[in-house]
């Protein structure tokens, strides 16, 4: 009976040390992992020759109405397009809240997926200016149903461009992948492709999504009201964290947002608490809201940012507007700017108002259960400790995509994306329909 | 036998768990300030750090969307091509070069600022580096522990309370103010008076000399005006410099 007990203590030890799943990403504050990212070290290796690019201009409208003279720079919706000198598949990549199709993000996964053989198209959020300006309908984003339709008509004028732009270029098979609120938008066009069997997504890869949207809304618009030990005043915190960055810009002169975020924290790591960390993602994410309000609000003329009848030229200062739109939290907009000149629509049109309960229902994944639960071909990465998601929408993950959900321990909110194990995992996803080790 | 059906239990129990790992909130380490009442705070309310003094916006404006431009359509393909065909020693080579040009009006500017220390740095990097370093190619100075550091006539002029003055978007060479122009000129001024290695007077004489110091200039510059792709860029870059150069300034005061 000893010698058996025994036998069970080494198998226990043994299965402990197994099932332990060795994770190596080093990072487990997820503030610090949303902030930092991925330390260069443990990338993948993408290097490789000259990708081939350029970025194509859409000359089929693809937006109603006049452009504004505020957005006069901006005329043609546009996407990045990187092919391969033989044939190969192609994936769509969609940006997360506000980013446009060159963030460094997108510009990452272009990388990953162009080395694993894929011609890849580069789109804009539906979140950010360019395309509300350019490839909106209703030039009001934020509910993923109407999005994603906006979405899809981009992509197959996309298609046609690229058509256009190299005859001879050969695609076999068309994927999808999005990030953030890309990745949502990425599950609806595949839903939406499914009725409307125009593409035929391969595979469809969703990255971090939002589960329940108003759920990622709450959390990220608390984050500006953190407490700070030692900071009762914002402006003076505000301060210090611009102080940062513009000291990162004085070292290496350069501005990018993701980047220069992370440099300026990889640096002061040791002096940031989490509160500040978790200010400066509540900060950036209000940022994107900002910008997204003022093209909103100029687009549908609401008066609510810009008086009515002031024009905004290119000339024109837009310093008070920068203000009044900085003061808007996602939920706001929704409220007051969204849904009143989305109904007024829908009204003239005879359609049922939509309320702000339909609203966060057409964006959240849980309205697509039974689809993503029959579609095997469509996957998804989260983390455990992703801010933007809670412990029903983890669960709901779990429920409805079963093996082909891949949940990592740690990571935050896209920390972990350029990992060289996560690469590994989407790239494996996308080619095979499962993960490697699942 | 007991423990084995225990054993068992564990196994599928902890498969599970390990299928499962559970949510941990991130949003729970952290206090808030209440939404309404009391305990609330102004949340983002003043905004005041983003107000730059800038009567001239309408021109500057202009100048950034002609920059912008310029930046899109002529700088970058330029630059990109001349990452793609020059060597990267060579280009290292070439912005060494203009650098120890540049530690002339340094090492000036810092005698001006009467700041002894930095002005030995800067005089000791020029002799070395134009000797050792072969005429600037190299900076064996940075290995000897001597790094280039920036200075010049705006700063010194700073030092002595000349106020920065209206923000400015120069044609051409980006974010600046009324001082820093002003600063600028003189800086060129200097450089050409010194005519250190008879190099400067060629800068604009000379299209081809010109091409390849602007083409260093604007590589060391990692700038681009659309990395903030909102329609809020000109406010995040105008008040970006600002901050930028007013840290500068702190080391001179």
């Keep these: 009976m000893i010698h058996f007990r025994a036998g069970l203590l080494v198998l226990f030890c043994l299965y402990t040390l197994c099932s332990g799943a060795s994770y190596q990403y080093p990072i487990q504050n997820p503030f610090l992992s949303t902030v930092m990212g991925t330390p260069e070290h443990l990338w993948p290796d993408l290097s490789g020759p000259a990708i081939n690019e350029i970025n194509l201009k859409i000359y089929h409208p693809l937006a109603t109405g006049p452009i504004p003279s505020a957005f006069s720079n901006s005329r043609r919706a546009t996407v990045r397009f990187a092919w391969q000198n033989r044939p190969a598949p192609l994936i769509f990549l969609v940006a997360g809240t506000g980013a446009r199709f060159n963030a460094s993000k997108v510009e990452f996964l272009k990388r990953v997926f162009y080395r694993a053989g894929f011609h890849v198209v580069q789109l804009s959020s539906p979140t950010s200016s360019d395309f509300m300006v350019n490839a909106s309908n209703t030039h009001l984003p934020g509910i993923s149903r109407q999005d994603a339709s906006d979405l899809y008509r981009l992509m197959q004028a996309s298609l046609k461009r690229i058509e256009q732009f190299n005859q001879r270029l050969v695609i076999n098979d068309i994927y999808l992948a999005g990030y953030s609120l890309g990745a949502l938008d990425a599950a609806f066009v595949g839903a939406l492709d499914d009725r409307k069997e125009v593409i035929g997504f391969q595979r469809i890869l969703l990255i971090n999504p939002p589960v329940y949207l108003e759920r990622s809304i709450q959390n990220l618009d608390q984050l500006t009201r953190v407490k700070v030990q030692g900071v009762d005043d914002t402006t003076e915190l505000f301060n210090r964290f611009f102080d940062q960055l513009a000291e990162y810009f004085r070292k290496n ?86 849904l009143p000149s989305l109904n ?32 095997k071909n469509i996957g998804v990465m989260h983390n455990a400790d992703d801010l933007i998601i809670d412990q029903e929408g983890l669960s709901f993950i779990y429920d409805t995509f079963g093996q082909r959900a891949k949940i990592y321990p740690y990571g935050g909110h896209m920390g972990n994306l350029q990992f060289s194990a996560n690469v590994q995992d989407m790239v494996g996803f996308i080619k095979t329909g499962q993960f490697p080790d699942a | 036998m007991r423990s084995f059906f225990l054993f068992l239990s564990f196994c599928v129990f902890s498969s599970y768990a390990q299928d499962r790992i559970p949510y941990s909130n991130p949003m729970d380490q952290l206090e808030y300030y209440e939404e309404h009442g009391d305990g609330a705070r102004s949340d983002i309310r003043r905004l005041a750090f983003l107000d730059v003094y800038d009567p001239l916006e309408p021109v500057n404006r202009l100048f950034f969307g002609f920059n912008s431009g310029l930046d899109r359509y002529f700088l970058k393909p330029v630059l ?82 000349v106020g920065a003055g209206p923000y400015l978007m120069l044609p051409v060479l980006g974010p600046s103010n009324v001082r820093d122009t002003f600063g600028l000129t003189g800086d060129i001024l200097v450089q050409d008076t010194v005519n250190f290695l008879t190099v400067p007077e060629h800068y604009y004489s000379d299209p081809a000399v010109f091409a390849i110091y602007g083409i260093n200039y604007r590589s060391e510059i990692q700038f681009t005006y659309e990395d903030f792709e909102s329609p809020f860029s000109y406010d995040m870059i105008r008040f970006l410099y600002t901050r930028k150069r007013e840290l500068q300034l702190q080391t001179v005061y």
Excluded at chain 2, 96 to 110: C, G
Excluded at chain 2, 130 to 144: H, K, Q, R, S, Y
Aim: no cysteine; hydrophobic share 40%; aromatic share 10%.
């Design chain 1, 253 to 338: 002169n350069h501005l990018d947002v993701d980047d220069s975020l992370k440099e300026v924290i990889g640096r002061e790591v040791e002096t940031m608490s989490d509160g500040e960390l978790a200010l400066l993602i509540g900060v950036a994410f209000r940022f994107s809201i900002a910008s997204m309000v003022f093209t909103a609000d100029i687009m549908n003329r609401t008066g609510l940012i810009v008086p009515e009848g002031q024009p905004i030229t290119v000339t024109e200062s837009r310093t008070p507007f920068f203000h009044r739109s900085m003061h808007w939290n996602f939920q706001q907009y929704l409220e007051r700017l969204l």
């Design chain 1, 344 to 375: 007024l629509h829908r009204r003239q049109q005879g359609d049922s108002l939509l309320t702000r309960k339909d609203a966060f229902l057409q964006s959240s994944l849980p309205v697509l259960e039974r689809w993503l639960k029959k579609s």
């Design chain 2, 80 to 161: 990109n091509l001349y990452r793609v065909t020059v060597p990267s020693f060579i280009r290292k080579g070439v912005s060494n070069f203009f650098q120890n040009m540049q530690d002339v009006p340094n090492t000036l500017n810092s005698l001006m600022q009467l700041r002894a220390r930095a002005a030995l740095r800067s005089g000791t990097r020029l002799v070395l580096n134009t000797t050792v370093g072969i005429l600037g190619f190299f900076d064996p100075a940075e290995a000897a522990g001597l790094s280039y550091q920036r200075n010049d006539f705006g700063m010194t002029l700073a030092r002595y309370g």
